[in-house]
């Protein structure tokens, strides 16, 4: 037996639908891009919106397959709050490593759900440059470029809070 959700309609028409509405509807609401006290216009363009979008089966399928993944990681992360929040109480005091660390993590993970879900990685192009012959020294440059630009992001980040205010 099949579960009512799983059932095509709701999963590749109707679920995707009502996500891209309301997420277009909300920045349109935030924003005031059209105007502020024009809730009609909001709806509409966000229904023209909605509506291309589940007409495009690329677009339509990305969504459809990249949420629940989504969804998977922000479970794993309020988990983690959860366990934290009962060893150290208070979470509204959260320090500013751990919020550098789930942004930076969270961050890479949607790129790589973007990355696969995309079909980018499926590209002959991409594959050859990971399988080439000197692709591990490539890959060890690339790796050291990046934790030399975050250790010089860090020391500028901080270069100014060393600095006394008096001016004189």
């Known amino acids: 037996m099949v579960n009512i959700l799983e059932f095509w309609l709701f999963k590749d028409f109707i679920l995707p639908f009502l996500l891209v509405f309301v997420i277009v509807?909300?920045?349109?609401?935030?924003?005031?891009?059209?105007?502020?006290?024009?809730?009609?216009?909001?709806?509409?363009?966000?229904?023209?919106?909605?509506?291309?979008?589940?007409?495009?089966?690329?677009?339509?399928?990305?969504?459809?397959?990249?949420?629940?993944?989504?969804?998977?990681?922000?479970?794993?992360?309020?988990?983690?709050?959860?366990?934290?929040?009962?060893?150290?109480?208070?979470?509204?005091?959260?320090?500013?490593?751990?919020?550098?660390?789930?942004?930076?993590?969270?961050?890479?993970?949607?790129?790589?759900?973007?990355?696969?879900?995309?079909?980018?990685?499926s590209n002959p192009n991409l594959q050859s440059f990971f399988s080439m012959k000197d692709s591990g020294s490539i890959w060890a440059n690339i790796l050291l470029l990046i934790i030399i630009g975050g250790a010089l992001a860090a020391v500028l980040a901080n270069s100014g809070k060393g600095k006394s205010k008096t001016g004189g």
């Open 25 to 121: 509807f909300a920045i349109l609401q935030k924003s005031k891009i059209l105007g502020s006290e024009k809730s009609q216009i909001d709806a509409l363009v966000s229904l023209a919106i909605a509506l291309i979008f589940v007409i495009t089966p690329p677009a339509r399928d990305f969504v459809v397959n990249f949420t629940p993944w989504v969804a998977v990681g922000i479970s794993v992360i309020l988990v983690f709050l959860l366990l934290y929040g009962f060893v150290a109480g208070d979470l509204s005091s959260t320090p500013n490593w751990m919020k550098i660390t789930f942004g930076t993590l969270s961050g890479l993970f949607v790129i790589a759900l973007i990355i696969y879900f995309s079909g980018i990685w």
